[in-house]
């Protein structure tokens, strides 16, 4: 049996408790919307494996502990460490022992990018064996395909990828993006990040999905430049990467960025304009893809 733990904590001390709260007894932390499901909901915009920039004014912090923990020690200790004068308000839940493991696994399911493409959790079976179907662990949230800006990419890949075309994929968080390349029939397909199990995660989701794809820590400078480009990442590093992405791209390549909000579409064209021209090429929910070619 598990407790859950539901604790109400405005912005400016959820995050410090969370992390209190882990130090403790705590088997799984979480911080959600206390307005959730009311006209006061408030949605947050990131990309899997991004913190979003603000948590909400009314949050609450979820915290699950084994049945046996002592409950006032360790909510006590977090309320001290997080700098509070008492234990916030809390309710307590007892959890039925379950799987959890097919509890989780049952919150994704494949997921359709196009007719041509499906992206599809490794316990489940593909729903059109005839597509390309890419195979995922979404392990460490580094990204599972829900989001807008991986289908606005891998939209993008399956229109501009010709047979033997050099890829790299900047940032390539669960390798998604990569693997949709190699498995389209590019020929060397390069992923690259800063954070170590990413690179990980690339590597195994590459080996599940049969293709190969080279990884690199994103430190290292690449020795070649590739027929198609492609960055999901965020607005401000893919500003202030501007100069080291477009670098990556051969001469008459093509790139492709998302990652970016409508409104600051224009922040990055204007950001690539002294090296490449860039056009909104599709748009989803709120979100876009920047598109073009680089010039000879």
């Known amino acids: 049996?598990?407790?859950?733990?539901?604790?109400?904590?405005?912005?400016?001390?959820?995050?410090?408790?969370?992390?209190?709260?882990?130090?403790t007894d705590a088997v799984s932390v979480s911080i959600e919307d206390a307005d959730a499901g009311t006209d006061k909901e408030v949605a947050q915009f990131g990309e899997p494996g991004h913190v979003a920039q603000?948590?909400?004014?009314?949050s609450r912090v979820v915290a699950l502990f084994d049945g046996d923990a002592d409950l006032a020690t360790s909510l006590a200790s977090a309320a001290h460490a997080a700098g509070l004068d008492a234990v916030p308000p809390f309710t307590v839940e007892e959890v039925a022992d379950q799987d959890w493991?097919?509890?989780?696994?049952?919150?994704?399911?494949?997921?359709?990018?196009?007719?041509?493409?499906?992206?599809?959790?490794?316990w489940h079976d593909a729903p059109d064996p005839a597509a390309i179907n890419l195979e995922l662990d979404p392990g460490l949230a580094f990204g599972t395909g829900s989001h807008?800006?991986?289908?606005?990419c891998l939209q993008w890949l399956l229109d501009n990828v010709p047979r033997d075309a050099s890829v790299l994929d900047?940032?390539?968080?669960?390798?998604?993006?990569?693997?949709?390349?190699?498995?389209?029939g590019a020929g060397k397909v390069v992923g690259i990040d800063i954070d170590e199990r990413?690179?990980?995660?690339?590597?195994?989701?590459?080996?599940?999905?049969?293709?190969t794809v080279e990884v690199q820590h994103s430190?290292?400078?690449?020795?070649?430049?590739?027929?198609r480009v492609v960055a999901n990442i965020l607005t401000n590093p893919l500003c202030v990467l501007a100069p080291a992405i477009v670098a990556c791209v051969a001469e008459g390549g093509r790139l492709a960025l998302s990652g970016v909000l409508e409104v600051q579409a224009d922040q990055v064209i204007e950001a690539y304009r002294p090296y490449i021209d860039l056009e909104v090429g599709a748009s989803e929910d709120g979100w876009v893809r920047l598109q073009g070619q680089a010039r000879c």
């Open 101 to 122: 493991v097919r509890l989780t696994q049952s919150q994704f399911e494949p997921i359709r990018v196009t007719e041509r493409m499906w992206i599809v959790p490794s």
């Open 170 to 184: 900047y940032g390539c968080g669960s390798g998604i993006l990569a693997i949709a390349a190699a498995k389209l």
């Open 198 to 211: 990413a690179l990980e995660a690339t590597q195994d989701n590459a080996q599940r999905n049969g293709v």
């Open 219 to 227: 430190g290292v400078p690449l020795a070649d430049r590739y027929d």
């Open 148 to 152: 807008p800006t991986t289908r606005l």
């Open 1 to 23: 049996m598990l407790l859950q733990v539901t604790l109400q904590a405005d912005a400016s001390v959820a995050e410090a408790l969370s992390e209190a709260l882990m130090d």
């Open 54 to 58: 603000a948590l909400w004014h009314h």
